[in-house]
């Protein structure tokens, strides 16, 4: 019968074993390739999940690392002025959020890019320390900003309790392994440490408008999408209570924009100005579904 697909090929699902996935939507790698793929979900934790996932090895074919360094810093017209204002105004807002939830000065950040944020969170005080895969930005990081910056796959080798605070942003939906990831959090986490994880959220308004073209799925980059429910099961699961979830209300505009061109194949400026402002104002009376959301974690203390 129909209802047989190839998604009994699906994994069980990391957050909570389960292996009884339904089809969720059909999609295709509109950033680059335009190759199709499909997102599946756990019927038990919501856990949605892209198919196939690319193998370690091939991961680069759907990545243009050189794009990521130059549009942040050479370009001098209005839309890009009005970029870095914003970017400005977001790194200072995340280093405050980060006091809100820590006096603690230790942080990590994985997945640190060109190492902005943490270049903000040296301004404040903080000891940093930054982790990313991709060799060219990590280098930028190490020579504009003196920041110390390891190969994700070092971070097991650091001494266990180092840092009052990890942050991830828009990380999390890249990595393959998400229990090996919490376990390091666990590890690397002092006992009162908290984590900051930012994550699109499938579940926004701006998302169920979107559909297919929502730009934040960005398959096969993103390996996983989360709703609520799914990441916090997967935080207790690890020891970690979730604290506070926040909204990253900027990010409805800017994936507004980026979906625009992916269903229309036009930068559509206003159309994309409305659906962001909308997505906004129904996460108000809509239990904070906001385009992206920032999940902050407390350790919790195991005895
Ligand atoms: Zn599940």
Redesign the pocket.
């Known amino acids: 019968m129909f209802h047989v697909e190839h998604h009994t090929h699906l994994p069980d699902?990391q957050?909570?074993?389960?292996s009884d996935f339904t089809h969720y939507l059909d999609l295709q790698d509109y950033f680059l390739t335009g190759e199709p793929f499909v997102i599946y979900q756990?019927t038990?934790?919501?856990?949605l999940l892209t198919y196939p996932q690319p193998k370690e090895q091939e991961l680069s074919r759907y990545y243009q690392s050189e794009d990521y360094i130059s549009h942040s810093n050479k370009q001098s017209d209005f839309l890009s002025r009005v970029y870095q204002r914003v970017r400005l105004y977001t790194l200072t807002r995340k280093v405050q959020l980060i006091q809100r939830y820590s006096s603690g000065k230790n942080i990590l950040d994985i997945g640190c890019a060109t190492g902005e944020f943490l270049a903000r969170c040296k301004d404040y005080g903080f000891n940093v320390t930054g982790a990313e895969p991709d060799k060219q930005s990590g280098d930028y990081a190490r020579v504009n900003y003196g920041i110390k910056v390891y190969n994700p796959l070092d971070l097991s080798t650091l001494e266990a309790q180092s840092f009052d605070v990890i942050t991830q942003w828009h990380v999390l939906e890249h990595v393959s392994d998400l229990n090996s990831r919490f376990s390091l959090l666990q590890k690397l986490l002092k006992s009162d440490g908290v984590c900051l994880i930012a994550l699109p959220n499938p579940a926004s308004a701006d998302a169920a408008h979107y559909k297919k073209f929502w730009a934040a799925y960005d398959v096969p980059r993103h390996l996983f999408h989360f709703k609520q429910p799914?990441i916090k099961i997967l935080a207790d699961k690890h020891g970690f209570s979730t604290i506070a979830v926040l909204p990253m209300k900027f990010d409805a505009y800017y994936i507004s924009l980026l979906s625009e061109k992916y269903k229309t194949g036009k930068s559509n400026y206003l159309k994309a100005f409305f659906w962001g402002f909308l997505s906004n104002l129904k996460a108000k009376t809509n239990h904070g579904e906001y385009s992206s959301l920032i999940y902050v974690l407390k350790k919790q203390n195991s005895s």
Request: aromatic fraction near 0%; glycine fraction near 18%.
């Open positions: 699902c957050i909570c074993n389960g756990c038990n934790c919501g856990l799914a």
